[in-house]
Nanobody
């Protein structure tokens, strides 16, 4: 069973920074591709960033590219570093994991079988 627990959300002023973490309770972390998604009230869940199971391939949504970094470590933790935050970044942020052998897309939520409960990020203007 895969359990993902996010933390690090909170209230931050526009222009500020925030770091999110996601701890995975899994036997072997390196078999999972990982991603961050976010969902604002009244909106669909949207892709934010992806990192491959080996950590050597990353993708970012156009809306966050240049402001956000994604990384993972061998302690089974996924990270999201966010800078220059603005009000449009306000959302609940979810980490997602999947271990399928062949991946055709990275930005679609249905490609990920495992999800955390989310952590709220609020950016005040």
């Amino acid at each position: 069973q895969v359990r993902l627990v996010e933390s690090g959300g909170g209230l931050v002023q526009a222009g500020g920074s925030l770091s999110l973490s996601c701890v995975a309770s899994v036997r072997t972390f390196t078999i999972y591709d990982m991603a961050w998604f976010r969902q604002a009230p009244g909106k669909e869940r949207e892709f934010v960033a992806y990192i491959s199971r080996t950590g050597d391939f990353t993708l970012f949504a156009d809306s966050v590219r240049g402001r956000i970094g994604i990384s993972r470590d061998y302690l089974k933790t996924l990270y999201l570093e966010m800078n220059s935050l603005n009000a449009e970044d306000t959302a609940t942020y979810y980490c997602a994991a999947d271990d399928r052998a062949v991946r055709t897309t990275y930005r679609v939520a249905t490609e990920y079988d495992y999800w955390g409960q989310g952590t709220q990020v609020t950016v005040s203007s």
